[in-house]
């Protein structure tokens, strides 16, 4: 079993930034990718942003420029730096891992519990 324990979320003016971070604990055997998702009221959970172990990352459209996304493998933690939030950015952010157990296991998806980032205008 492997836990994803997100912070940094918060209330910030538009134009401001924030840093998340999210650290998986538990038996960790390997881990493919780690992102970040997020979910507007009232709107499905997207895709914000994607690290694999290895390879290049990846972005959602809207958060191109000035998102960036990282991650420390030693530390098994990923962080999305967020700089010129804006009011469309509000969402509850959760943390993804894809895992497998065992060398012969599938791949597994762990989610965290979510965080709040509102952008006030």
């Known amino acids: 079993q492997v836990h994803l324990v997100e912070s940094g979320g918060g209330l910030v003016q538009a134009g401001g930034s924030l840093r998340l971070s999210c650290a998986a604990s538990?038996?960790?055997?390997?881990?493919?990718?780690m992102g970040w998702y997020r979910q507007a009221p009232g709107k499905q959970r997207e895709l914000v942003a994607a690290?694999?172990?290895?390879?290049?990352?990846s972005y959602a459209d809207s958060v191109k420029g000035r998102f960036t996304i990282s991650r420390d493998n030693a530390k098994n933690t990923v962080y999305l730096q967020m700089n010129s939030l804006k009011p469309e950015d509000t969402a509850v952010y959760y943390c993804?891992?894809?895992?497998?157990?065992?060398?012969?296991?599938?791949?597994?998806?762990?989610w965290g519990q979510g965080t709040q980032v509102t952008v006030s205008s």
């Open positions: 538990g038996r960790i055997f390997s881990i493919k990718t």
């Open positions: 993804n891992a894809v895992h497998k157990e065992r060398v012969l296991a599938p791949w597994n998806d762990y």
């Open positions: 690290i694999p172990s290895g390879g290049s990352t």
